[in-house]
């Protein structure tokens, strides 16, 4: 039972190191907004960033962003879905920021 919730971490974890190297060496770059909450993170970034002196990561607009549903995804889904979602939230969120 352990072993199949590490492999399910480790899978988690692979695929969100995967997004936030595409994120930050394509599409943040290339100035390609991403759907969903990414695209609104890189919005909000790129707003704040370019019309006020405050710079914001996109690691952490995305990781402010999906709190509120990560909050109803506990109360409505499900538990193991919802801890397994905001895991792969939290690592891309700290993926994006290290790389």
Known sequence: MIWLQIKKLGVVAAGSLLGALAMNLFLVPANIYSSGFTGIAQLLSKVLSD?????????????????????????KVGKSFTVY?????????????LI
């Open 51 to 75: 019309y006020t002196p405050i710079h914001v990561s996109l690691g952490f607009l995305l990781l402010l962003l999906n709190i509120p549903v990560a909050i109803l995804g506990w109360k």
């Open 85 to 97: 979602s905001f895991i792969s939230v939290a690592l891309s969120s700290l993926f994006l920021i």
